[in-house]
């Protein structure tokens, strides 16, 4: 289970989603509905956006979830463990609590992939931050995302 916001998804997505499907035989990719976090992009559109970053790696599906525990979810899809990227020190100061949680909720394990370092620095809300203001994200994000994020703030209703 490959859990996130995806908003949007990143070339650092894309590698650890990559490397869970050459690890495990099935990965869910688990997209969070988050209503009262807003997001740039809705759930359908990060999901259409997935599809084209993973259209090649066929042991990899996608779903929404909302309202419910990540715990839950695994359960229900018959998750063998929770896979996440880990680009430093910040990351495993979020990810580590919510990795015991979910331990002593469900006995669900997570396991950590190290980050590409040379994807160290992006996120997805840093890479709207860069977008929104003209800056150059090529290389950093699928090129759908590119193209999604170029038109979202050409428009006047992302301004
Ligand atoms: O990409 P994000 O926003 O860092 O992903 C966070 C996510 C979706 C993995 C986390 O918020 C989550 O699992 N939410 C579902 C609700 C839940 O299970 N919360 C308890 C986590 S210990």
Same mark, same amino acid.
């Given at each position: 289970m490959c859990p996130g916001s995806y908003d949007?998804?990143?070339?650092?997505?894309?590698?650890?989603?990559?490397?869970a499907a050459a690890l495990y035989d099935e990965v869910v990719v688990a997209v969070l509905h988050n209503p009262a976090k807003g997001g740039a992009f809705s759930v359908e559109e990060r999901i259409k956006l997935l599809h084209a970053a993973l259209a090649d790696l066929l042991n990899v599906r996608i779903e929404a979830f909302a309202g419910r525990l990540l715990v839950d979810v695994c359960r229900e899809a018959g998750a063998q463990a929770i896979v996440k990227g880990l680009r430093g020190d910040t990351d495993f100061a979020y990810e580590l609590p919510m990795a015991q949680m979910n331990r002593h909720l469900s006995g669900v394990e997570t396991v950590f992939l190290p980050g590409d370092p040379q994807l160290g620095h992006v996120s997805s809300s840093l890479i709207k +931050? =860069?977008? &929104?203001?003209?800056?150059?994200?090529?290389?950093?994000?699928?090129? +759908? =995302?590119? &193209?999604?994020?170029?038109?979202?703030?050409?428009?006047?209703?992302?301004?």
């Open positions: 949007p998804v990143t070339m650092g997505h894309v590698d650890v989603i990559s490397r +931050e =860069v977008a &929104a203001f003209g800056g150059d994200i090529t290389g950093l994000v699928p090129e +759908e =995302v590119r &193209a999604a994020l170029l038109l979202r703030f050409q428009s006047p209703e992302g301004s």
